[in-house]
């Protein structure tokens, strides 16, 4: 299908730990996106990847395009409950834009 | 700047009734478009908007209509609702892919509406 799968599904995890969801495509994209969405609340665009082996950070989120321009994947170090959501990447296809299942993070304080 | 705005937040609706929901942007954004959102199925596009007289169907248009007269609205009507269409439905803008430069949207994205909770019964 046109979607992005993610994985996992759910994701709990302690306090401090780290957490890492993944992106994948059959086919190579030309960009991805990511989005925190917070429960009760509404996407928010986190960030874009566009180069081959592209790495982005955000303070303690790490964001990486794959070489091949297939998966992408972002990683919080050290989670903290604020990052309590579900986590979405987004692909465009001809001006279409098609979001994965999402990953739903819980932090346990 | 409101951004994106979404009337109403909650509807109750009886099987058959039509009804539009409203959004609204005043961030002149080209591409518009509403998704809806059913738990553990992502956010799904319905109709999207690459500007002002064009729209165009997205991955479940099949019940819904939408228009686009202006660069600020992009409504979307529900002709005769069925329980299938109870979800949560958000409205999302951007700056086009044209005028963004490098990939999609530039470093912008897209912004979302707080969306519209929809139940048919």
């Known amino acids: 299908g046109q979607q992005v799968m993610q994985i996992p599904q759910y994701q709990h995890v302690q306090e401090g730990e780290d957490f890492t969801t993944y992106c994948n495509s059959s086919?190579?994209?030309?960009?991805i996106q990511w989005y925190k969405q917070r429960p009760g609340g509404h996407p928010v665009f986190l960030i874009q990847?566009?180069?081959?082996?592209e790495v982005k950070k955000q303070k303690r989120l790490t964001f990486q395009f794959g070489e091949a321009k297939k998966n992408s994947s972002l990683h919080i170090t050290a989670t903290q409950t604020t990052d309590v959501g579900t986590y979405f990447c987004?692909?465009?296809?001809?001006?279409?834009?098609?979001f994965g299942s999402g990953t739903k993070l819980n932090v346990k304080p | 700047n409101a951004g994106v705005t979404q009337t109403p937040k909650f509807q109750v609706l009886k099987t058959g009734q039509s009804m539009t929901l409203q959004c609204a942007q005043d961030?002149?954004?080209?591409?518009m478009s509403w998704y809806r959102q059913d738990p553990g199925m992502g956010l799904r596009l319905i109709h999207y908007s690459v500007g002002a007289g064009i729209t165009d169907q997205g991955e479940v248009p099949n019940g819904y209509n939408v228009s686009r007269s202006t660069t600020e609205d992009f409504p979307l009507r529900l002709l005769s609702a069925a329980p299938s269409q109870t979800s949560v439905y958000f409205c999302?803008?951007?700056?086009?892919?044209?005028?963004?430069?490098?990939?999609?949207?530039?470093?912008?994205?897209?912004?979302f509406g707080s969306g519209t909770r929809l139940t048919v019964v």
């Open positions: 086919t190579t994209l030309s960009n």
């Open positions: 987004s692909k465009n296809n001809f001006n279409k834009f098609y």
């Open positions: 961030m002149n954004h080209e591409y």
């Open positions: 990847l566009v180069k081959s082996g």
């Open positions: 999302a803008s951007s700056y086009s892919l044209l005028s963004s430069g490098q990939g999609a949207f530039g470093d912008y994205g897209y912004t």
